[in-house]
């Protein structure tokens, strides 16, 4: 299971609504956010889950419940930037984190086998530390609304191969089915088939 432990800080306006069911949360600030998530966790009996998000996000929800929560750094599109080497190393060792992911290669424009990820499969492969790909798909008109530089291709599976054979100990899973079909579908918001 996977949660996105990212800023929900919404200053009493109402977020969103949940683009399936069309309700509104509840939650308006971070915290509320985190302890709702926290209790539907408990409620459905999830004993792990990966919480990915900024550092100071994901720090709070691990000591929050230590015992459920599994700290993963996320690296996802133009609104995060590749995590600083020593820092993550850091974190690892300390038992902080313990996956390197949620991924969003993609949204930023960047492929797996892109030469800037290297010292991070180094790093995965050297500590043991699985590895999150998100894959495949993303909403409808990604790159029109949030990530200029977002690709359907990007986000093949295929472009990981390179990267294996360089790291044969890599710990890696692919997250959101791997499919990267109906490219115009994603891009210009028409429905799938």
């Known amino acids: 299971m996977h949660v996105h432990a990212i800023g929900w800080d919404y200053g009493g306006n109402p ?46 929800w691990f000591a929050a419940d230590p015992g459920r929560i599994i700290g993963g750094t996320i690296m996802l599109g133009p609104h995060f930037e590749l995590p600083d080497m020593n820092l993550l190393r850091e974190d690892f060792r300390a038992g902080r984190l313990g996956v390197l992911g949620e991924l969003g290669l993609q949204y930023a424009g960047i492929t797996p086998n892109d030469q800037q990820m290297e010292p991070y499969w180094t790093l995965a492969e050297e500590l043991d530390i699985p590895v999150g790909l998100h894959t495949g798909l993303a909403p409808p008109r990604t790159p029109y609304q949030c990530c200029p530089k977002f690709r359907n291709s990007l986000g093949n599976p295929a472009l990981l191969e390179e990267v294996l054979v360089r790291h044969p100990k890599l710990r890696v899973y692919l997250m959101h089915a791997g499919y990267y079909a109906h490219v115009s579908t994603s891009i210009c918001g028409f429905g799938r088939n």
């Open 15 to 60: 977020p969103p609504p949940n683009p399936l069911t069309g309700k509104v949360p509840t939650s308006r600030t971070d915290k509320e956010f985190m302890d709702a998530t926290l209790a539907e966790l408990k409620r459905y009996n999830i004993v792990k889950a990966v919480a990915s998000g900024p550092r100071e996000h994901v720090s709070r």
